[in-house]
Nanobody, 122 residues
Framework: QLVESGGGSVQAGGSLKLSCAAS????????MGWFRQVPGKEREFVAA????????EYADSVKGRFTMSQDYVLNSVFLQMNSLKPGDTAVYFC?????????????????WGRGTQVTVSS
């Protein structure tokens, strides 16, 4: 199971750090991803990291502002979000896939957390 935390409300230009803790298995066995969703829209890819934490991929909309990382000791992945914009407002989900390669497709992920709300005000 995956449990997200760290969401909240922040003003534009601010920062938040999301955490995703895995309660079963090791994050080093999976490629992990962050997605976000707003009501009425499909789940959108944000970032992904390989099982060994050595490679990352980002959506164009967050490149240069968000950073995904992994800590296998804490068995967690993180999403550092800087220079937040109102358009970043969404529920953010953590996901894991049993293959070692990254994917930007939500359908490629097998396990999902329940999400954490991020709200950015102007």
């Amino acid at each position: 199971q995956l449990v997200e935390s760290g969401g909240g409300s922040v003003q534009a230009g601010g920062s938040l750090k999301l955490s995703c803790a895995a309660s079963e298995g090791s994050v080093r066995r999976y490629s992990m991803g962050w997605f976000r969703q707003v009501p009425g829209k499909e789940r959108e890819f944000v970032a992904a990291i390989t099982w060994d934490g050595l490679d990352t991929e980002y959506a164009d909309s967050v490149k240069g502002r968000f950073t995904m990382s992994q800590d296998y000791v804490l068995n967690s992945v993180f999403l550092q979000m800087n220079s937040l914009k109102p358009g970043d407002t969404a529920v953010y989900f953590c996901a894991a896939r049993t293959y070692t390669g990254m994917s930007s497709s939500a359908a490629a992920y097998d396990v999902w957390g329940r999400g954490t709300q991020v709200t950015v005000s102007s």
